[in-house]
């Protein structure tokens, strides 16, 4: 008995939202709009390639970078103590890190506006406990802190997952071979949970590569990042042609990138996780 | 007999108040392959733990070679373990699984390829060096556990059941490898099992363990010809156990019928477990029998039948090459020295 046909609803959803899209969208690169209609073209490119564009992406690749090595060394030592505490409260803490993905993701940036802000939560308190205020809102730390708050889930729980799956006995079997704690981890441990870590930075790094509404609202559009580019392309400058060029370019980018960290993972493990 | 190696003092351990070890004193000498048996649950791999560091004893010392190790963490003793399902580590190929202990010795490269290489030529996997663990055979993985362990030469081994996994024929293959090689290497073995076949073939000493005791420590020619109570002549091998009345001195009652033995030393009339070996039941013609009986059911065991055989409110396990067929009526007869009586546990 085979149920394949109820995948159909899925397969036309798939066709009009997904293939759709893109062959529209791999039309619009690849024409410019003339008097006379379309005419196939690739000035959209070159013109990505200019090198005021290639600094937006620098700038998005940079920050997304950033962003992602804080996840990293912000969630893996939490990953870690989740994952080997079998205190009950393990369930509270996961529970806590994934509470604030309940809220919607434009409305926790903008609650951090109100955090960051000049007369903002955190100044007030700063000033409540005779501290020097700071002033972070429209720089580049807020944009990153936003990227981190917001994607820190996403590195935690696939490290969480795979070393919660790590056997015991095998920890066990490296002490008895005479590792103490810090070669059990290094030789060990860490080996064997790079297959979360790989899908962590991956699912850091593309989400924060690509956002546009985390460095608006908390850049305060002074830090014009790849995805802001699109964004003003379509909304704003009415450029679709422009506008799809570089978001092609950028999906071609991200399955790169990708392909590189499912080698880097080993090719049976790969990106499984998600 | 040799120095002792390892001694348990006074050990007990407790999980949340649940007793899993009670009062544990135990030697294991230089050399001697000591199996820990009994049923699930009994123990035996806690006390495995507690000598490889794994577990802390709630009350009692765990002694090596004269000096206390209680606090001494796993990494720091020298023993190893080959641990129930192998924990190989799958990020590693067999070579560097099993150089693992010697690089963190930090010995020369040149050192460890010989050492590993030897290794491998002993546990018969040479060419086996640059093959992923999992794409081994369990038999393979159990040999790479093995080298993985005895590479770094410890003075003892410690075996959590390394061959609970494998089919009968491997099993019964490795089990004379194993004992070869702890001979071969002179190195204690510490074995965990709950197979009574294994611990007799392989053991110099078994101890035989009951809800987080120990019920007797021996060779195994004793626990099986001299088992201390019922619970231990059940599990080393299948027995008739049934309730008797020790008459006097060398003589005792039991399914209704009065029998000369070879024990002494009870009181008059106290009862008592009597202890037959299904291989020490003979039969004979209906007639000539102590106790008679009839067949309910054979079943074929290979070199002999298993029959059981009815006789009042007993039904007796008999082992003998001839088959009788069911529902004969058969004589049954023991030998005085084939007849082991135990004092009734619950009373001692």
């Not at chain 2, 088959?323 to 049954?332: A, I, N, T, Y």
Request: proline content about 4%; some cysteine.
């Amino acid at each position: 008995m085979s149920y394949k046909w109820a995948a159909s609803p899925y397969l036309v959803w798939m066709v009009i939202f997904i293939v759709v899209p893109i062959i529209l969208v791999c039309y619009y690169s690849l024409t410019v709009r003339t008097d006379a209609g379309f005419r196939f073209s690739t000035d959209n490119f070159r013109r990505f390639f200019e090198p005021i564009y290639l600094k937006v992406l620098y700038r998005s690749i940079e920050l997304a970078f950033v962003a992602t090595v804080v996840c990293f060394i912000l969630g893996y030592p939490l990953a870690y103590i989740l994952a080997r505490s079998d205190f009950k409260h393990t369930n509270v803490l996961i529970m806590l890190l994934v509470v604030p993905m309940w809220m919607n993701f434009l409305l926790r940036t903008y609650a951090w506006m109100t955090i960051l802000e000049q007369n903002g939560v955190l100044n007030i308190v700063l000033s409540w406990l005779r501290l020097p205020t700071i002033s972070i809102l429209y720089t580049e730390a807020a944009v990153i802190l936003g990227m981190v708050y917001n994607f820190l889930p996403f590195m935690v729980l696939p490290i969480y997952s795979v070393l919660s799956k790590i056997d015991p006995s095998v920890v066990e079997a490296a002490e008895d071979l005479g590792a103490n704690g810090i070669i059990v981890f290094r030789k060990v441990i860490f080996p064997l949970s790079l297959p979360g870590v790989i899908s962590g930075i991956t699912m850091v790094f593309m989400p924060a590569v690509t956002t546009f509404v985390i460095s608006r609202l908390l850049g305060g559009g002074q830090f014009t990042l790849i995805g802001n580019l699109i964004e003003q392309q379509f909304l704003y400058v009415s450029d679709w042609g422009f506008g799809s060029a570089i978001s092609l370019a950028m999906m071609v980018l991200i399955l790169l990138s990708m392909a590189v960290m499912s080698k880097f993972a080993g090719e049976d493990r790969g990106l499984g996780l998600w | 007999m040799a120095e002792c190696i390892i001694e348990l003092r006074n050990v007990s351990k407790d999980y949340d108040g649940t007793e899993a070890l009670r009062d544990i004193n135990l030697k294991i000498y230089r050399n001697e392959f000591v199996t820990l048996l009994g049923p699930s649950g009994c123990g035996k791999t806690t006390t495995l733990r507690i000598i490889g560091g794994f577990e802390q004893p709630t009350t009692g010392e765990v002694v090596f070679n004269n000096t206390s190790i209680n606090h001494l963490p796993p990494y720091k003793r020298r023993v190893n373990t080959v641990f129930q399902r192998y924990a190989l580590f799958p990020h590693m190929n067999v070579y560097e699984n099993i150089a693992f202990g010697l690089r963190i010795k930090k010995l020369d490269e040149e050192v460890i390829e010989y050492k590993v290489k030897n290794m491998l030529k002993l546990v018969n996997l040479a060419g086996y060096e640059e093959r992923k663990v999992d794409s081994l055979s369990g038999g393979q993985q159990q040999r790479v556990a093995i080298a993985r362990a005895l590479v770094n030469e410890p003075d003892v081994l410690l075996l959590d059941e390394p061959l609970g996994a494998l089919d009968l024929k491997l099993r019964q293959d490795m089990q004379l490898e194993l004992k070869h090689m702890q001979q071969s290497l002179g190195i204690t073995f510490v074995y965990v099992t709950h197979d009574q076949e294994e611990a007799l073939t392989m053991s110099d000493t078994i101890v035989v363990m009951r809800e987080g005791r120990i019920q007797q420590i021996g060779t195994p020619i004793d626990i099986y010809n001299e088992p201390k109570n019922a619970f231990v002549a059940d599990f080393i091998g299948e027995s008739n156990i049934v309730d008797g009345i020790m008459v006097r001195d060398y003589l005792v009652e039991f399914a209704n019928h009065r029998f000369e033995c070879v024990d002494a030393g009870f009181g008059e009339n106290e009862p008592v477990d009597v202890v037959i070996r299904p291989e020490d039941i003979k039969l004979v013609p209906e007639s000539e029998g102590m106790l008679r009986g009839e067949v309910r059911s054979v079943v074929f065991k290979g070199v002999h039948y298993e029959m059981m055989v009815e006789n009042g409110e007993y039904v007796w396990i008999v082992h003998d090459t001839l088959m009788q067929p069911v529902g004969s009526k058969v004589g049954m007869v023991i030998t005085p020295q084939d007849i082991h009586i135990m004092r009734k546990e619950d009373q001692g």
